[in-house]
Structure formats: structure tokens, C-alpha cells
């Protein structure tokens, strides 16, 4: 006889512990269990070979989770003249098995070491659920299984909508065997991923201004990054005959769907953190995937949408976070329509890029040459003001900032003297406003 090896294993009768050989060819590369034969390989027999086959699949059945059963093949054999029972285990497609006592975990899950079933190490199931699970990573089984729901609680509630086990699987945060999924885990408290944001100063990550990293659930990742964000997306404001008007460095709707574009969109089974970087003149969002399998760049611009993970949209959908499937991109750049600097979009094989670009920053006209001297009063801002209308038709008021090196407040107020003294005409309202020189 042969000796035990990874594939090959005897029994000198049926045994419980049977169930952890089991579980370790399936997990592994698949093997042989002959139950006869002692472990020097004399072939002992076995008594009452039906009702052996019988305790042993029942066993297996109801100890190993998903059902390995149909990846074994239990017969009698006859070896030197006696009865052997042999099971034959494949190597399983749902990969990792695991006892249903234990759960997914070192002390559930079992590999073939040599001649001997070993307990997996947390990396080596990984491997087995990133190997198995493909496109499909939040629906393969968590190995975190000791989760807690508080951000998605509160979320669910602030929404008005129930979250209980009924409705975590009708979402698929629990599977038909009633074990979280990586969705669950995505949206638990205990979710490791991460989102790195960092305010820097200038148009370079030479110098922070601030920093912070969003843990825990997805949903409570989504707040701390929304606020932090908000905290350095300035407010700038105009005056459109007694009304002032608010505008912000980006617009809110661009902010909203980039966002949620890096949080529903990216690839979880890659490890790293989403970045979000703010500079003075530009946001950018970066999130790990690239494109889902059979998109291209150009479908993009089309409003194509392919989801790599199509539960968490669904959690996102009913929320109301997201509106319609594949417009975020569309929407983004709706907002960026009359804008002089439009979003950009960067793609490579494992990430995807939005550019954001700041309203306010650099958008004085390219011909316009910079004074060398600021304007002292406020007499002497209106006649420079002036002077830079003998060579420009038109101007905005932040073209008049950058040639003069003179703030908003003093610009605005001259601008409107100017208008009131019927110098200058004021054109367009908000972010398209515009100055020219009254006709005489």
C-alpha cells in the first residue's frame, strides 16, 4: 500500500474526526479516504461497509458548510480479499468549506498539509475566497462573522426604512446559510477599508493642511468624507443688484457623485485605501478597480455603466443615494457645462481617477497682463479698473483680481460703484458674470 500523502488518507474505522480530512480535500486539491486500513497501511476491513457509507455522508452533510456533497463519491472496494469503504473528495468550487459549528475561521477551516488536515491561517481563506469568489466578492461569505450595525442602523432610520435580518437577506448582507457576506462586512461597523483625505497647501502634496481617514461602515465613511470636504469647499460670494448670490469652489452635485462613485464602484478585493485629495485648484478622487470587465474609457463618456458590485448599489438605490445607474458621471459633468476648466478623467488597469477642477482658481482671460503695483484707494481701484477695460471687451471680476493682486472684497465694491456710476455694465448673474464698458 502507498503511504498517507496530501491526496491520501486511511481510517482503521469511521470516525467523527473523519470530517476534518474531508474538509481539507476539499479545500485543497481533492484526495482519497479509504476507512480499512490502519495508518501502516495493513488492510483491517470494514465490518458493516453500508452502514459506515451511510453515518459517514450524513456526517459530512450536516458538519461542512456549503454542501460538499456533490464533490464526493462514496463505494465499497475490496483490497487483499476484504471490504474497504472508499471516499473520493474533489477539490470544491465554493471554496473555503468550513465545519458549521466553527464559521469561517482558522478553526473552521481545514487544508491538507502533507500527510495531515491542518487549520487554514486567515490569509491562506482569503486566498480562497478571492480564487472563488471573482466578479462575485460581495456575495462570497465574510470571514469577519462577529459584526455589529450601528452606522447602518442609524442610516436606515434616518431614511425610514426597516433593517432587520428580514431585510439584511433580501439585500444580501446574509446568505441562504444565514453567515454575513463581504457586503455585510462592507456595511458593518468592523469593515476595514478605508478612505484618506488630506487638504494640501497650493497645487502640490509638498505641505498638508489637514488630513483625516474614514473608517468603519461604508455608511459612516460616506459622512466623515462628505464633511470633511465640505469643511474646505469655500464659499464665494457676489452681488447681483441687492441679492447676494453663494457659490462654492466645486459644486455640491459633482462632490455628491464623485463620492459615490469611489464608494460603490471601486474594487473591495483589493487592498488600499481610497484617496480624496484637495488642493487650491483642483479635487481628486481616486478609487482602486479601474474599469469592470468589457467597458471601455469611450463608454464612459456614453453612460454606460457596468457594476462590479451589484448589491451594494441596491442598498444604495433603495437609500436614495443613488438615483439611476450609470448618470454620475453625466451629472458631474452637467455641473461643469459653463465652466472655463472641465472634469478629467484618468483610468489605469487597477484605478480611476476623477479631477475636479476649482471654479474660482486661474480663470482670468490668458492675454491678460498682471500690474505691477496695487491700487492704493479705492478711487485709484476704479481708475485701474478702468484701464484694463481700454484693452479688454469683457471681463469677470476674478480677471480683474489676478491683473491687479487685489482682494474680492475691494474688486466687488469698486465694480459696484462703477455700475452705479453707469461706467461699467454688469452682465450674466452668479458664476458667468461678466463686466464691459458702457457705450457713450
Known amino acids: 500500500m502507498n503511504q498517507e500523502n496530501t491526496c491520501l488518507e486511511y481510517k482503521r474505522e469511521y470516525i467523527d474526526d473523519i470530517r476534518y480530512t474531508v474538509l481539507a480535500f476539499a479545500n485543497t486539491q481533492g484526495g482519497r479516504l479509504l476507512i480499512g486500513i490502519e495508518d501502516d497501511g495493513t488492510v483491517c476491513g470494514v465490518r458493516d461497509p453500508d452502514d459506515t457509507m451511510l453515518r459517514m455522508m ?11 456533497t456533490l464533490f464526493t463519491r462514496c463505494q465499497t472496494i475490496e483490497i487483499e480479499g476484504k ?4 471516499l473520493t473528495v474533489q477539490r470544491g468550487t465554493a471554496r473555503p468549506y468550513y465545519l458549521a459549528c466553527k464559521g469561517i475561521r482558522p478553526e473552521g477551516v481545514y487544508v491538507r498539509q502533507g500527510p495531515s488536515s491542518v487549520p487554514a491561517s486567515e490569509t491562506a481563506i482569503l486566498q480562497m475566497i478571492r480564487e472563488t469568489a471573482g466578479e462575485r466578492y460581495e ?13 447602518a442602523d442609524a442610516y436606515f432610520r434616518k431614511k425610514k426604512l426597516a433593517f432587520g435580518n428580514a431585510q439584511k437577506r433580501s439585500l444580501k448582507l446574509i446568505n441562504d446559510d ?22 494640501f497647501d497650493g497645487s502640490t502634496r509638498t505641505v498638508f493642511r489637514d488630513r483625516t481617514e474614514a473608517k468603519g461602515s461604508l455608511f459612516a465613511q460616506l459622512e466623515t468624507c462628505y464633511n470633511f470636504i465640505d469643511r ?14 453663494d457659490e462654492r469652489d466645486y459644486p455640491v452635485e459633482a462632490i455628491r457623485e464623485s463620492l459615490l462613485n469611489c464608494i460603490v464602484h471601486r474594487k473591495y478585493a483589493i487592498a488600499g485605501s481610497t484617496l480624496i485629495s484637495i488642493f487650491d485648484d483642483r479635487m481628486e478622487f481616486v478609487s482602486l478597480g479601474g474599469l469592470p470587465t468589457g467597458i471601455q474609457p469611450d463608454d464612459i463618456s456614453l453612460g454606460v455603466s457596468v457594476l462590479r458590485n451589484h448589491n451594494l448599489a441596491e442598498v ?19 455641473c461643469y457645462a459653463d465652466a472655463h476648466d472641465k472634469p478629467k478623467i484618468d483610468i489605469s488597469s487597477n484605478a480611476f481617477k476623477i479631477t475636479l477642477p476649482n471654479l474660482h482658481f486661474g480663470h482670468h482671460s490668458p492675454s491678460l497682463q498682471r500690474t505691477s503695483s496695487q491700487p492704493t484707494s479705492a ?4 481708475e485701474s479698473i478702468l484701464v484694463l477695460f481700454q484693452t479688454h471687451e469683457i471681463l469677470s471680476r476674478k480677471d480683474i483680481e489676478d491683473a491687479l493682486h487685489v482682494s474680492q472684497t475691494s474688486v466687488i465694491n469698486a465694480l459696484r460703484a462703477l455700475v452705479s456710476r453707469g461706467l461699467l455694465v454688469r452682465l450674466g448673474m452668479g458664476k458667468n458674470t461678466r463686466y464691459r464698458k458702457k457705450e457713450t
Not at 58 to 68: G, L, Q, S
Open 58 to 68: 450524513n456526517a459530512i452533510r450536516d458538519a461542512i458548510r456549503p454542501d460538499v
Open 83 to 86: 471490504c474497504v469503504v472508499e
Open 139 to 151: 456575495e462570497a461569505v465574510s470571514i469577519e462573522q462577529e459584526l455589529t450595525f450601528r452606522a
Open 178 to 199: 444565514g453567515l454575513f457576506t463581504n457586503l455585510g462586512w462592507l456595511l458593518s461597523d468592523q469593515c476595514s477599508h478605508s478612505i484618506k483625505l488630506a487638504f
Open 232 to 245: 474646505y469647499n469655500r464659499i464665494h460670494s457676489t452681488f447681483v443688484g441687492l441679492e447676494r448670490v
Open 316 to 334: 444604495f438605490y433603495r437609500l436614495h443615494l443613488i438615483e439611476a445607474y450609470g448618470t454620475g458621471i453625466m451629472k458631474i459633468r452637467e
Open 379 to 382: 478711487s485709484n481701484m476704479e
